[in-house]
């Protein structure tokens, strides 16, 4: 399968130009957007953050976007991340990666130059495509285009394996089914059931603020409900004994 992009307003941008063209003036052909603006894109719903990989390290990163003038802010440059600011719009811009190390929680990375491996480490099918600045998108793992038009939120490779290596990864699952799935797929909904206890893990505000954007979609409840029967809600809110007081709210 093939797409673009390249009628969505946001690559059209100055602002979304002027900081793609500092990162091409010292790597050409060595950054794409990347994740939710790709995803929503293709799916025709808004997009709020502008994220870009790039196979500059951070270092070149900062250098490239001052040389071009624009405020660069090391967000998390120990994971690749810099911040870019322009015309007071922030862009995320993160080095290619790969995981050396994970708990559960947080990853050791290790920078790579390969597109293919920084897709394998993200979560699901549909938020591993990336595009380049003429709007082309790219899709390593072979299954992110179909997935966005089946509306089906698949984890890559093995699910257990990529809950094992970030355990929020269980709630995303649940509230990107939410926003842009079409049902839930089965795979993903065992392995989280299976592997819920990892929750435990995870601080009580990042489990809050995946909870809130879930709540946030048109219609949850489904969601909510294979939260329920799996055992997921059991974990991060041992008091629910239902969901029909919630529902009664619609």
């Given at each position: 399968?093939?797409?673009?992009?390249?009628?969505v307003?946001?690559?059209k941008?100055a602002?979304?130009?002027?900081?793609?063209?500092a990162?091409e003036?010292?790597d050409?052909?060595?950054s794409?957007?990347?994740?939710?603006?790709?995803?929503?894109?293709?799916?025709?719903?808004?997009v709020?953050?502008?994220d870009?990989?790039t196979?500059?390290?951070?270092?070149?990163?900062?250098?490239?976007?001052?040389?071009?003038?624009i405020?660069?802010?090391p967000?998390?440059?120990e994971h690749g991340?810099?911040?870019?600011v322009?015309?007071?719009e922030?862009f995320?811009?993160t080095?290619?990666?790969?995981?050396?190390e994970?708990d559960?929680?947080?990853?050791?990375?290790?920078?790579?130059?390969d597109?293919a491996?920084?897709?394998?480490?993200?979560?699901?099918?549909?938020?591993?495509l990336?595009a380049?600045?003429?709007?082309q998108?790219y899709?390593?793992?072979?299954?992110?285009?179909?997935?966005?038009a089946?509306?089906?939120?698949?984890?890559?490779?093995?699910?257990e394996?990529?809950?094992?290596?970030?355990?929020l990864?269980?709630?995303?699952?649940?509230?990107f089914s939410a926003?842009?799935g079409?049902?839930?797929?089965?795979?993903?909904?065992?392995a989280?059931g299976?592997?819920r206890?990892?929750?435990?893990q995870?601080?009580?505000?990042?489990?809050?603020?995946e909870?809130?954007?879930?709540?946030?979609?048109?219609?949850p409840?489904?969601a909510?409900?294979?939260?329920?029967?799996?055992?997921?809600?059991g974990?991060?809110l041992p008091?629910?004994?239902?969901?029909a007081?919630?529902?009664a709210?619609?």
């Amino acid at each position: 399968m093939t797409a673009d992009i390249s009628h969505v307003d946001w690559l059209k941008k100055a602002s979304t130009q002027t900081v793609f063209d500092a990162l091409e003036a010292v790597d050409k052909g060595g950054s794409r957007f990347v994740g939710g603006c790709v995803r929503n894109a293709l799916l025709g719903v808004p997009v709020s953050d502008i994220d870009i990989a790039t196979r500059l390290v951070p270092e070149d990163t900062i250098k490239a976007l001052e040389a071009a003038g624009i405020r660069a802010i090391p967000t998390g440059v120990e994971h690749g991340t810099v911040t870019a600011v322009c015309d007071h719009e922030p862009f995320e811009i993160t080095t290619l990666r790969r995981d050396v190390e994970t708990d559960g929680r947080r990853a050791v990375v290790a920078f790579s130059k390969d597109w293919a491996e920084d897709a394998l480490r993200r979560d699901f099918h549909m938020n591993a495509l990336y595009a380049d600045v003429s709007g082309q998108v790219y899709d390593p793992t072979g299954k992110g285009l179909s997935d966005i038009a089946d509306r089906r939120v698949a984890f890559i490779g093995e699910a257990e394996d990529r809950l094992r290596e970030d355990h929020l990864r269980n709630l995303r699952f649940f509230r990107f089914s939410a926003w842009y799935g079409r049902g839930l797929d089965e795979t993903g909904l065992q392995a989280c059931g299976e592997l819920r206890e990892g929750l435990r893990q995870i601080a009580a505000e990042r489990i809050w603020k995946e909870l809130e954007k879930l709540l946030a979609a048109k219609w949850p409840y489904p969601a909510l409900h294979a939260m329920y029967e799996t055992g997921v809600m059991g974990v991060i809110l041992p008091e629910c004994d239902g969901l029909a007081r919630l529902e009664a709210l619609s």
